[in-house]
């Protein structure tokens, strides 16, 4: 029985080195000819560059759960947003396939020394618009060329809102600091790097019912990830973000942290007019005797105190809720 896993000898290796230098032995030879071969040059393949990119499709995933408490309020229900793998191709060839007229927000990653860019739809920036102010969800027209002031103001809405969602998303790998730098309508005017360099292209369909699904797309040059390549081709595990709360649980813990005045009232005397003009700097004026201290919040009494004292300070306790 013969061992077909041995190595080769020496003789061997120099008898296939003749037949290759003289052409008796081809590169091809031993392989099945219906297999279609194609040469590959390593290093050529620019996916290849950060590997399986497995960090970033989790911080994309996380990302997505955590954006849609951004649009929760805006179109009154929970989208459900899905992340596509990310995709490296040329500007230029990014570029050319989209419209002339787009969302486009440039910001700086400080602790990357790079740009990234966020794509916003017309047509999603009108749902948007629409809803926010009290308006359907339907689809819209998308034949115009600007954005009305209205509009700018839910694009500046939702671009901070999806900053913070990625700085948060980001947070396990590496905490980052996105600052909005510009904000364009035409692709050729939105300068994030040259048409021939590399971008990874980010991209998140939002679907909504009874219209038809809008995306969003979020772009990093090539060269801003490389320096972290290492880390975006680790195994990432979220143990350091809990701040996946509801958009109600906001609502809620924003209406407590809202400040209200309060007061605390201990007498109410009464006086005739003559006997308050008669008053001169300097008259003392008795109370009556003291029942309790009514205790105001914004003007409505809400509570029975006793005055009293606490570290050096004047203090009321409070004793019974009305």
């Not at 009290?134 to 694009?155: Q, V």
């Not at 350091?240 to 906001?250: A, K, L, V, Y």
């Not at 409505?300 to 809720?321: D, S």
């Amino acid at each position: 029985m013969s061992n077909t896993s041995r190595k080769l000898s020496s003789d061997e290796v120099s008898a296939l080195m003749e037949g290759l230098q003289s052409g008796e032995i081809t590169a091809n030879s031993g392989l099945n000819n219906d297999v279609e071969v194609t040469d590959f040059t390593f290093g050529s393949d620019n996916l290849e560059l950060l590997g399986d990119y497995y960090a970033l499709r989790l911080i994309n995933e996380r990302f997505a759960r955590l954006v849609r408490s951004i649009f929760l309020p805006m179109i009154r229900l929970q989208p459900k947003i899905n992340p596509f793998p990310p995709e490296v191709k040329t500007y230029d060839e990014y570029s050319a396939g989209l419209n002339s007229f787009m969302s486009l927000s440039t910001s700086r990653i400080d602790e990357l020394r790079g740009s990234m860019l966020l794509v916003l739809e017309p047509s999603f920036i009108s749902v948007l618009t629409n809803c926010y102010y009290g308006g359907k969800l339907a689809n819209f027209p998308s034949a115009k060329a600007e954005f009305t002031a209205t509009e700018d103001r839910i694009i500046e809405i939702v671009s901070d809102g999806i900053s913070q969602c990625l700085e948060t998303a980001w947070k396990d790998l590496m905490p980052i600091t996105i600052k909005h730098q510009s904000r364009e309508i035409n692709p050729q005017f939105a300068t994030l790097v040259e048409s021939s360099d590399s971008v990874i292209i980010c991209s998140f369909v939002v679907q909504l019912p009874n219209v038809d699904s809008a995306s969003f797309d979020i772009i990093y040059p090539l060269q801003t990830l490389k320096p972290i390549a290492s880390l975006l081709r680790s195994r990432v595990q979220s143990d350091i973000i809990n701040d996946d709360t509801s958009w109600r649980e906001r609502l809620e813990k924003s209406v407590l942290n809202v400040p209200l005045p309060v007061s605390a009232i201990l007498s109410e005397p009464h006086v005739s007019l003559s006997n308050l003009v008669q008053f001169k700097e300097g008259d003392v004026m008795n109370l009556p005797p003291v029942d309790g201290v009514d205790f105001y919040v914004n003007d409505k009494i809400l509570f029975k105190a006793e005055i009293g004292e606490t570290n050096g300070q004047v203090a009321v306790n409070l004793n019974k809720r009305l």
